[in-house]
């Protein structure tokens, strides 16, 4: 008996120890991956979009490095910009965005050759081609109400709603849901102006009445909130600008 409780003691002392090392393994595996996430210098993107190309475009030794090099001052100039970018002037930044992509392209229509410049088009199509249906499938369009109630429960766990309260809240969020499924479907063609003042206006008035329903800490977690989402979108934004050029 005695033997018996040593060999079942000696066992989960090895289980612990086998369970110990497997946790040790995955937290360094966790930790790893959490790495390979992390923001690329323009170094490596320089030499990530590179290798791109000469794989693509089947680039000379001399042209590899020329294309580095205009790729790596594109990077560094990305950079900067998102470091010095004005919050809040999309147009400027898009614009400034913009022109860089630009100037890239231009230099390196200076270093490609005919074929291989009709090739790097088509890659940037492709590419602008599979954001575009990123975004849509990311933007899959719900019914007002299944909008408003997936919102409706966020703003419940983040601003701690009482159940009156979540009622108008949900009631406020389908008439706005239903507002802008019937403005998109109605909007003027080709007048983006008078499209995003009216997207804006129902967005306005939106705000005004969660404002009369909630508290005033609710109205400054709300007002976070949005500050934090506005921030988000604007950082995939850039992000797919980026890539597209």
């Known amino acids: 008996m005695q033997y018996l409780r040593r060999h079942t003691?000696?066992?989960?002392?090895?289980?612990?120890?086998?369970?110990?090392?497997?946790?040790?393994?995955?937290?360094?595996?966790?930790?790893?991956?959490?790495?390979?996430?992390?923001?690329?210098?323009?170094?490596?993107?320089?030499?990530?979009?590179?290798?791109?190309?000469?794989?693509?475009?089947?680039?000379?030794?001399?042209?590899?490095?020329r294309v580095n090099s205009i790729l790596l001052a594109q990077a560094a100039s990305i950079d900067s910009l998102k470091a010095a970018a004005p919050q809040g002037d999309k147009k400027g930044n898009r614009g400034a965005f913009k022109s860089v992509f630009e100037n890239t392209d231009r230099q390196l229509s200076t270093v490609l050759n005919a074929e291989q410049q009709k090739a790097y088009a088509a890659l940037k199509t492709e590419r602008k081609g599979k954001i575009k249906d990123g975004f849509k499938a990311h933007r899959k369009h719900k019914a007002p109400e299944e909008r408003a109630a997936m919102v409706t429960k966020k703003l419940e766990k983040k601003l701690n709603l009482s159940a009156d309260q979540s009622a108008k809240v949900s009631a406020i969020l389908l008439a706005q849901a239903t507002r802008m499924d019937s403005l998109k479907a109605n909007k003027?063609?080709?007048?983006?102006?008078?499209?995003?003042?009216?997207?804006?206006?129902?967005?306005?008035?939106?705000?005004?009445?969660?404002?009369?329903?909630?508290?005033?800490?609710?109205?400054?977690?709300?007002?976070?909130?949005?500050?934090?989402?506005k921030e988000k979108m604007k950082e995939r934004r850039g992000a797919a600008v980026q890539k597209a050029g």
Not at 12 to 28: C, D, P, Q, R
């Open 188 to 229: 003027a063609q080709g007048d983006r102006t008078k499209n995003h003042a009216a997207f804006k206006g129902i967005r306005q008035n939106t705000d005004e009445q969660l404002s009369a329903v909630f508290n005033a800490d609710q109205k400054k977690a709300y007002e976070e909130m949005k500050a934090a989402r």
């Open 9 to 65: 003691l000696q066992k989960l002392i090895i289980m612990k120890k086998v369970m110990l090392m497997i946790a040790f393994v995955a937290g360094i595996g966790t930790i790893a991956s959490a790495q390979t996430r992390q923001h690329k210098t323009p170094q490596q993107r320089a030499e990530a979009m590179t290798n791109r190309l000469n794989e693509k475009l089947k680039l000379t030794a001399d042209q590899s490095a």
